[in-house]
């Protein structure tokens, strides 16, 4: 009798206790971002993710602005946005680096109630092949351009004249959680805006400012198709675990994270195993979602080590096949036509 109370106790009541505790404890609030006759600013939106979800904001009715250096891409996919939708986008031209240019493209339209911070490039190489120009230029586009313009937007953010709750998201990527070969400045950029989200979170939830943070998957973009180009084999392999999706499926997944204020959001099956995985100190405001991450941060952590021991087993076959081809190629002496990329 008393085994069965006991484990009454531990089936039902513990995990009751706990939702009860969380639900309590979570911070911030949960909360809700209308997106309706807003004004939703997006970058990189002349292309891919941003320009699927320009297209999909514009159909629910927000007012929209895209910006990206490219004036004639802009047009193009104003006009596309305008086929699709009956509706017309505002258009600024600005690279997010000059912050300059962003502070005036930002002056130069209505106040913003959803900033997107979507821009990005990405070369995937190996460190040691890498210009580190490259390098730098990942840096500074997707991270400190990802700053100049939160710094360009605040000012009109907080001093907007409805009081409702707004918005900045940030662009991450899968390899803004967890390291990936090939992607060391791509993943260095991306972790970096995970700790621009944290504390600009912290700055800002006083000004009813809620910060998201977006992680796909490989997304079918015109980026995506530059990028396979010349991709190490093992970096297609090892971001292969988590499959591919259409920039269109991405971006519905963006904008419902944005309005329902999530701080993190996954956008397919393995990106919520991620997220989980990685919660770490992040802010979380369900206090559902933090029970998952509570009752099984245990079998994920053990999830995730048996990711990286698949994935450390590609590398160890690519280096072995690759000293197997060498030796071959030693032994009939026509190195130049079998070096591996
Ligand atoms: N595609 C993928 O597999 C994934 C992409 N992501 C992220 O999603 C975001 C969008 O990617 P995706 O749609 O594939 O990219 P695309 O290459 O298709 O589009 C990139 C957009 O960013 C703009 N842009 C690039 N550099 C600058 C700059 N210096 N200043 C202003 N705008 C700039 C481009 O316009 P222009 O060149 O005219 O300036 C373009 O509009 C990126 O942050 C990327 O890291 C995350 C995970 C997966
Ligand atoms: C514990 C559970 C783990 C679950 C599975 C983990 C899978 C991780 C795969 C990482 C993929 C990285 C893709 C980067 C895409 C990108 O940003 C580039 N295409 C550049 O745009």
């Not at 400012?209 to 180009?229: C, Q, R, W, Y």
Request: proline residues 4%; glycine residues 8%.
């Amino acid at each position: 009798m008393a085994d069965i109370n006991l484990s009454f106790l531990t089936l039902c009541i513990l995990p009751i206790l706990l939702l009860l505790f969380l639900k309590l404890i979570i911070r911030p609030h949960p909360v809700t971002i209308p997106i309706k006759s807003r004004h939703v600013f997006i970058t990189g939106g002349s292309s891919g993710i941003g320009l699927a979800l320009a297209r999909q904001a514009a159909a629910e009715g927000a007012r929209v602005t895209i910006l990206a250096r490219n004036p004639s891409k802009l047009e193009e996919a104003k006009a596309s946005i305008r086929l699709s939708t009956g509706i017309d986008v505002t258009t600024v031209s600005a690279d997010v680096c000059d912050f300059d240019a962003v502070k005036t493209a930002v002056e130069s339209v209505d106040p913003i109630d959803v900033l997107v911070c979507n821009q990005g490039v990405f070369v995937a190489y190996e460190l040691e092949k890498q210009e580190i120009k490259e390098v730098r230029e990942m840096i500074d586009v997707n991270l400190v351009g990802s700053f100049n313009l939160v710094k360009a937007v605040l000012p009109g953010m907080k001093s907007r004249s409805d009081r409702k709750p707004v918005s900045i998201a940030f662009m991450s990527s899968q390899a803004g959680q967890v390291g990936i070969y090939g992607y060391t400045a791509y993943s260095a950029s991306k972790f970096g805006l995970r700790g621009l989200a944290e504390a600009l979170q912290q700055e800002v939830i006083a000004d009813d400012i809620h910060v998201s943070l977006i992680f796909p998957p490989d997304t079918d973009t015109p980026g995506f198709a530059e990028e396979n180009k010349k991709k190490p084999r093992l970096t297609s392999i090892i971001a292969g675990s988590s499959g591919a999706m259409q920039a269109d499926e991405v971006a519905k997944k963006a904008l419902n994270g944005i309005k329902s204020g999530s701080f993190i959001v996954p956008c397919n099956f393995e990106g919520f195993l991620l997220a989980i995985a990685t919660a770490g100190l992040s802010p979380q405001r369900s206090y559902l979602m933090a029970f998952v991450e509570v009752v099984s941060a245990g079998i994920l952590r053990i999830a995730g080590l048996c990711f990286q021991w698949t994935w450390y087993g590609s590398i160890e076959k690519w280096h072995a096949q690759k000293k197997y081809m060498e030796v071959g190629c030693i032994l009939q002496n026509t190195q130049e036509s079998c070096i591996m990329d």
